[in-house]
T-cell receptor, first 113, second 117 residues
């Protein structure tokens, strides 16, 4: 059974701290791994990773994928209160009907001023 | 519109009633997904439409759930004889069709919060 596991489930840090969120997966026909940030409503897209070892970076956020060990990490440096959200990891696979995405339960991040 | 639009944003109904949830994807996006998100849970896949192909219904939890997508654009998710365990946020996402080997990210709507009394 395909699955995506995120850790930790929740995290509380102070502004300025650096955090690392983890996503491990077991899927067949892997195509991509995606990170989303979900605040109050719609998840918003952060990164899509398809190749191992290539870091994607956007401001204070960065992510990398290890296809051998089947995991990805999302780093946030110099955290701000606006980073407080649920961070979702999803893995895209190929099925005989097209593309399928499996989501983890998310990591709830709270940044305290 | 600029993004994925879902309606209603909130729906409260009595157990046993039928409900219809609507999703209007981003113009030009041929792939459309429905998910369910319960409190403290991840996104649970429900159904996937890709162009004119038969939908992938493998995630629908029971035969009370059905969805259609007319004209390759707007989709409706119907839940018949609602039960309290159907209470959740129902999220719709759309994406461009695959281009060669490259995936396209999903873009989500704000969801419909469904509460069954």
């Amino acid at each position: 059974e395909d699955k995506v596991v995120q850790s930790p489930l929740s995290l509380v840090v102070h502004e300025g701290d650096t955090v690392t969120l983890n996503c491990s997966y077991e899927v067949t026909n892997f195509r991509s791994l995606l990170w989303y940030k979900q605040e109050k409503k719609a998840p918003t897209f952060l990164f899509m990773l398809t190749s191992s070892g290539i870091e994607k970076k956007s401001g204070r956020l960065s992510s990398i994928l290890d296809k051998k060990e089947l995991f990805s990490i999302l780093n946030i440096t110099a955290t701000q209160t606006g980073d407080s959200a649920i961070y979702l990891c999803a893995v895209g696979t190929i099925s005989n009907t097209g593309n399928q995405f499996y989501f983890g339960t998310g990591t709830s991040l709270t940044v305290i001023p | 519109g600029a993004g994925v639009s879902q309606s209603p944003s909130n729906k409260v109904t009595e157990k046993g009633k039928d409900v219809e949830l609507r999703c209007d994807p981003i113009s030009g996006h041929t792939a459309l997904y429905w998910y369910r998100q319960s409190l403290g849970q991840g996104l649970e896949f429900l159904i996937y439409f890709q162009g004119n192909s038969a939908p992938d219904k493998s995630g629908l939890p029971s035969d009370r759930f059905s969805a259609e997508r007319t004209g390759g654009s707007v989709s409706t998710l119907t839940i018949q004889r609602t039960q309290q365990e159907d209470s959740a946020v129902y999220l719709c996402a759309s994406s461009l069709a695959d281009s060669g080997i490259y995936n396209q990210p999903q873009h989500f709507g704000d969801g419909t919060r469904l509460s069954i009394l």
